[in-house]
């Protein structure tokens, strides 16, 4: 899925303008042999034609390129209605389906209007007429044409994921979930030092035994229901839910990353609970750890049996890479 390949929405006005001036610099080209009548009626006939095709293509580019929802997985389907509502975006498109066979039909109508006109003013009438219509049916649609602007911007960067074994990296916001998939695949993904840093699913690859592994970076996740969720965390849930084959969970028992380690515990529980899916936990930041932190918190389930790296610097990198590999073998 591949929402780049969207041209850029237009709004109403931006759109009749681009129709008129290009109806008007055809129009221009227009050459007819003849009566002045003719003349002025094939110019006039140009224009409606030139403007309406040109509302048209625009409008028929945006529903090609534009995914069908029909063809699109459950996972994409669900990330769609928590990134901008099925149900609006399907609206959306439907009210340009429409909008493109009304300018169809209204072509036809003026065209035949405009041949059949036995005055030079008749033919401008309904020449006039036509753009009235036209403009009048854009602004009817505005609000469907900023909302799939607005859709777009939100969709376009959307990852594209492969049908291959899936590791969807877990945890709280801030524990270093973007510097393991980055030691793990390769992938450079944006890092910075503030919660919330992962705005959408991060992806990157390896090869194992001639094999591809997708490792996903999800956005932070809280201690909540879904309902409650921002949309950056549901796009972890969905990831959980459609993709994982096998889940790292990422534990800061430092709690430099601002959440309580009984809260990612809590969430860390949620997951094992709520997915039928192997759960790895990992204990990042090894760089900061003492041993009496590290002893005190293996006195914990699940941390008693949990792996301990340091994504930052690249330590317990390898352990984890062989949990994974066995992981794969094994299905």
Known sequence: MNFKRVP????????MDYAFSRASREARKVSAPGARLQ?????????????????????????????RI????????????VMVGMERFSHSLRSLRWLVNKIERLEGEYTRRVRSARSEEEVHSYRREFYGRLASLLRKIESELLFLREARERLKNLPSVEDT???????????????????????????????????QLLLGYFEHNHRRVQVIDTPGLLDRSFEDMRREERQCIL????LANLVIFLFDITETCGYPLEEQLHIYRGIEQGFDVDVIPVINKGDLLTEEML?????TEPLDRALVCSAKEGKGIAEIIKKINKAMDNK
């Open 8 to 15: 850029r929405i237009l709004d109403s006005k931006e759109l």
């Open 165 to 199: 074994f899936t590791v969807v990296i877990a945890g709280a916001p801030n524990v270093g979930k973007s510097s393991l998939l980055r030691r793990l695949t390769g992938a450079e993904p944006r890092v910075e030092s503030y919660p919330f840093t992962t705005k």
């Open 39 to 67: 003349r002025v009626k094939k110019r006039e006939e140009r224009r409606i034609i030139i403007a309406g095709s040109s509302v048209r293509r625009y409008l028929n580019r945006i529903l090609m390129r534009i995914p």
């Open 239 to 242: 990831a959980l839910k459609h």
């Open 295 to 299: 002893r005190e918190a293996k006195k």
């Open 70 to 81: 029909e063809e699109l997985t459950p996972f994409y389907k669900e990330l769609i209605e």
